[in-house]
C-alpha cells in the first residue's frame, strides 16, 4: 500500500511521531520552550507523505461553572485564534503562540526518521500551570500534521509553566541593560533577570507578629525572610507571653478565592487546602521554634482576572487564664511536709482553656524549574502512531 494515498479501506499506520521537550518540561515564563519533533516511516517497504506540520503553544482555561463565571472576553483572549490547530484546542483557550510551520509536502522514505525543531514562549503576564478547584490552567505542547487525503492528526505534550507576579516590568526595563563586563552585543538573559527577582524577595527580612488576646500578650511571632521558594521550609520562632500557652498547632495552607467579579453566587468562601502541620506541646516553654514545609508540586502566589491564590500559616493556640507558674503548681499540691522540702504533685485534673486562632500570610514564589523538575514528575515526550 502507498502510504498518503487516499484509496479503500483503512490506511496502516505507520508514521511514528514523538514530541519532545528539554529539561523535565518546566519552564517560567518569557522563555524560549525549544521542542523536538520526531516522525519516522515504520514501514519497511512503502514510502510515506505528509501534507504539513506545524507546532504551537496553547494555553486552556477550565473552571467549576457553578461557581465561576468566565468573561465572554476571557473566553476570546486568543491572539491566533485563527491558526490551523485553533479549533483542536478544545474551549477555554486563552493562549495560542505564534504557530510555526515544521515542513510542507514531506516525503518519507521506508524507515526514514526526519527530526525538526522548533520554540515557543508564553507572554510574562501568562498565568502560571494550577489545578484548583474553582479554575484550573493547563498549558501543552500541540503538534498537528496531516497525511495526503487524510484528517490532522494532533500530538499535545503538557508543560509545567511557573510565574512571578510583576515580572513583566524587570524584562521591559532591564532587557536592553548590558553587564559592564560583557561584551557589547551580550545581554543579560532574561531567565537571570527572573531568578534574580525571586532571590530578592526572598533575601533575609526579619518580621515580628504580636498575638494578643484582651490586651494581654499571648506570642511574639518572628520570621526571618519575607518570602519563601517552592520546596523550602518556613522556619517559625515562637516567644511565649503573659498568658500561659498550653499548646500551638501551626497549618501551612494555600487559599482559592474567587474574583467579586467572576462569582456567580456572592461571598462564595474560598477552598483551603492543608499542605503540612506541625503541633508543639509548650506549656512552661519560653520560647521555641517549628518549621513547615512547602512542596514542590504546588503553585506561587498569583492571582488573575478569576482568582486569587495566596498562602498563610493558621495558629491555633491553646491558653489558659491562669498563671504561667504559681497558680498551676498550686493547684496540683496535694500535702507539704512539715518540713516543707517534700511535696505530692501531680498534674491538674481539669485546666480551662480557650483557642485562638490567628492566620499570618506568606508569600510562595518559584524555585528553579531544573530544581522543581527533578522532584515533581512530569511527561517530557509524547507519542503517537497515524
Given at each position: 500500500?502507498?502510504?498518503?494515498?487516499?484509496?479503500?479501506?483503512?490506511?496502516?499506520?505507520?508514521?511514528?511521531?514523538?514530541?519532545?521537550?528539554?529539561?523535565?518540561?518546566?519552564?517560567?515564563?518569557?522563555?524560549s520552550i525549544k521542542c523536538t519533533v520526531t516522525i519516522s516511516n515504520t514501514s519497511p517497504e512503502n514510502s510515506d507523505r505528509i501534507a504539513w506540520a506545524t507546532g504551537q503553544i496553547s494555553?486552556?482555561?477550565?473552571?467549576?461553572?457553578?461557581?465561576?463565571?468566565?468573561?465572554?472576553?476571557?473566553?476570546?483572549?486568543?491572539?491566533?485564534?485563527?491558526?490551523?490547530?485553533?479549533?483542536?484546542?478544545?474551549?477555554?483557550?486563552?493562549?495560542?503562540?505564534?504557530?510555526?510551520?515544521?515542513?510542507?509536502?514531506?516525503?518519507?522514505?521506508?524507515?526514514?526518521?526526519?527530526?525538526?525543531?522548533?520554540?515557543?514562549?508564553?507572554?510574562?503576564?501568562?498565568?502560571?500551570?494550577?489545578?484548583?478547584?474553582?479554575?484550573?490552567?493547563?498549558?501543552?505542547?500541540?503538534?498537528?500534521?496531516?497525511?495526503?487525503?487524510?484528517?490532522?492528526?494532533?500530538?499535545?505534550?503538557?508543560?509545567?509553566?511557573?510565574?512571578?507576579?510583576?515580572?513583566?516590568?524587570?524584562?521591559?526595563?532591564?532587557?536592553?541593560?548590558?553587564?559592564?563586563?560583557?561584551?557589547?552585543?551580550?545581554?543579560?538573559?532574561?531567565?537571570?533577570?527572573?531568578?534574580?527577582?525571586?532571590?530578592?524577595?526572598?533575601?533575609?527580612?526579619?518580621?515580628?507578629?504580636?498575638?494578643?488576646?484582651?490586651?494581654?500578650?499571648?506570642?511574639?511571632?518572628?520570621?526571618?525572610?519575607?518570602?519563601?521558594?517552592?520546596?523550602?521550609?518556613?522556619?517559625?520562632?515562637?516567644?511565649?507571653g503573659e498568658v500561659m500557652c498550653i499548646q500551638v498547632t501551626a497549618k501551612l495552607q494555600v487559599l482559592e478565592t474567587i474574583n467579586p467579579e467572576s462569582e456567580k453566587k456572592e461571598n462564595?468562601?474560598?477552598?483551603?487546602?492543608?499542605?503540612?502541620?506541625?503541633?508543639?506541646?509548650?506549656?512552661?516553654?519560653?520560647?521555641?521554634?517549628?518549621?513547615?514545609?512547602?512542596?514542590?508540586?504546588?503553585?506561587?502566589?498569583?492571582?488573575?482576572?478569576?482568582?486569587?491564590?495566596?498562602?498563610?500559616?493558621?495558629?491555633?493556640?491553646?491558653?489558659?487564664?491562669?498563671?504561667?507558674?504559681?497558680?498551676?503548681?498550686?493547684?496540683?499540691?496535694?500535702?507539704?511536709?512539715?518540713?516543707?522540702?517534700?511535696?505530692?504533685?501531680?498534674?491538674?485534673?481539669h485546666l480551662p482553656v480557650s483557642t485562638l486562632s490567628w492566620d499570618m500570610s506568606v508569600t510562595v514564589v518559584p524555585s528553579l524549574p531544573q530544581y522543581i523538575s527533578t522532584v515533581a514528575?512530569?511527561?517530557?515526550?509524547?507519542?503517537?502512531?497515524?
Open positions: 500500500m502507498s502510504g498518503g494515498g487516499g484509496g479503500k479501506g483503512t490506511p496502516a499506520k505507520t508514521l511514528h511521531v514523538e514530541v519532545a521537550v528539554e529539561r523535565g518540561g518546566v519552564f517560567i515564563v518569557g522563555e494555553g486552556r482555561i477550565s473552571v467549576e461553572e457553578r461557581c465561576v463565571l468566565l468573561q465572554r472576553e476571557i473566553r476570546h483572549e486568543v491572539p491566533n485564534s485563527k491558526s490551523a490547530l485553533s479549533r483542536h484546542v478544545g474551549e477555554g483557550c486563552f493562549l495560542s503562540s505564534d504557530p510555526e510551520i515544521l515542513l510542507c509536502d514531506l516525503q518519507l522514505k521506508p524507515l526514514q526518521t526526519k527530526t525538526l525543531t522548533f520554540s515557543g514562549k508564553v507572554p510574562t503576564d501568562c498565568p502560571p500551570s494550577f489545578r484548583g478547584t474553582y479554575v484550573k490552567y493547563s498549558y501543552m505542547v500541540i503538534v498537528g500534521l496531516q497525511r495526503v487525503g487524510e484528517e490532522v492528526s494532533i500530538v499535545s505534550l503538557p508543560i509545567r509553566i511557573i510565574n512571578l507576579p510583576g515580572v513583566k516590568q524587570i524584562t521591559e526595563n532591564s532587557r536592553g541593560s548590558h553587564h559592564p563586563f560583557a561584551p557589547k552585543d551580550e545581554g543579560v538573559k532574561f531567565e537571570d533577570y527572573f531568578m534574580d527577582k525571586v532571590q530578592s524577595l526572598c533575601c533575609k527580612r526579619p518580621r515580628s507578629y504580636e498575638v494578643k488576646t484582651a490586651d494581654k500578650l499571648v506570642c511574639i511571632v518572628r520570621l526571618m525572610r519575607g518570602a519563601f521558594r517552592l520546596g523550602d521550609p518556613i522556619d517559625i520562632n515562637l516567644e511565649f462564595t468562601p474560598p477552598r483551603i487546602t492543608t499542605h503540612d502541620t506541625q503541633t508543639i506541646q509548650c506549656i512552661h516553654t519560653r520560647s521555641t521554634a517549628l518549621s513547615l514545609h512547602i512542596p514542590l508540586n504546588v503553585v506561587n502566589s498569583f492571582s488573575t482576572n478569576v482568582i486569587l491564590v495566596r498562602w498563610q500559616v493558621c495558629f491555633d493556640f491553646v491558653v489558659s487564664q491562669l498563671k504561667p507558674s504559681s497558680e498551676v503548681v498550686d493547684a496540683g499540691l496535694t500535702s507539704v511536709s512539715e518540713k516543707g522540702l517534700d511535696c505530692d504533685w501531680r498534674p491538674l485534673a514528575w512530569q511527561r517530557t515526550h509524547s507519542k503517537l502512531n497515524i
